[in-house]
C-alpha cells in the first residue's frame, strides 16, 4: 500500500508542476529601442510563452511611429511616440487614447497611468527648438497583465531614457 501511495503522490506533484504556467523567454532589457525597467515590464508581460519579439527599428527619423512587442505571435505590447501640437495633457492622451476614466497622475503632470495603459509628454521649449511636445502612449494587451505600479515604472523609465536622446527639434 505504500508503494500505490507514492505513485499517487508523485502523480500529483507532477499534476500540479504542469499547471504552473512557465515563461522560457529572457525579459529584454531594450523595448522599443530604448532601455527599459525590466522589474516593471516583467509584470506587465504574460506570465507565460515561448518567444518574445521586439523590433530594433520601430520609428522613422523624427523618432515618430508604433512599436509591437509580441509574446508567441501575440501582440501585448505597443509603444507609440508622435509629436503633436502644444496644449494637449498626458491625462487626456490616455482618456482619449485607452478610454481611462480616472488615471492616476504623476506629481508635475507629465505622466499619466493605469493598470493597463499610461501616457507621457515631453515639453520641446526654449531657444532654438520648435515649440512642440512629444507624446509617448504605452499599453499592454492580453494576455498582457495589467499592473498599476508596473505601468508607472515603465512609462517614467521609457520616457526618461527618451528625454537623454534629446528628441526635441531644432526651430526653424
Not at 527599428?57 to 501575440?74: P, Q, R, T, W, Y
Not at 497611468?113 to 515639453?123: E, T, V
Amino acid at each position: 500500500m505504500t508503494g500505490l501511495s507514492l505513485v499517487l503522490v508523485a502523480v500529483g506533484t507532477a499534476g500540479c508542476s504542469a499547471d504552473k504556467p512557465e515563461r522560457e523567454f529572457a525579459v529584454p532589457k531594450v523595448v522599443c529601442e530604448l532601455p527599459v525597467p525590466t522589474d516593471a515590464l516583467s509584470k506587465l508581460l504574460p506570465a507565460s510563452g515561448s518567444r518574445i519579439a521586439v523590433p530594433e527599428h520601430a520609428f522613422n527619423v523624427d523618432g515618430e511611429g508604433l512599436c509591437k512587442v509580441s509574446v508567441d505571435d501575440d501582440v501585448v505590447l505597443r509603444v507609440s511616440r508622435e509629436r503633436i501640437d502644444v496644449g494637449d495633457s498626458a491625462y487626456f492622451i490616455l482618456h482619449r487614447r485607452a478610454s481611462v476614466q480616472d488615471p492616476k497622475s504623476t506629481q508635475d503632470r507629465s505622466v499619466a497611468y493605469a493598470d493597463r495603459a499610461a501616457a507621457s509628454l515631453i515639453k520641446c521649449r526654449g531657444a532654438g527648438v520648435n515649440k512642440e511636445d512629444i507624446s509617448i502612449f504605452i499599453d499592454v494587451l492580453k494576455p498582457g497583465r495589467p499592473d498599476e505600479d508596473a505601468m508607472k515604472s515603465l512609462i517614467t523609465g521609457y520616457t526618461a531614457a527618451y528625454q537623454k536622446q534629446q528628441p526635441c527639434r531644432p526651430g526653424t
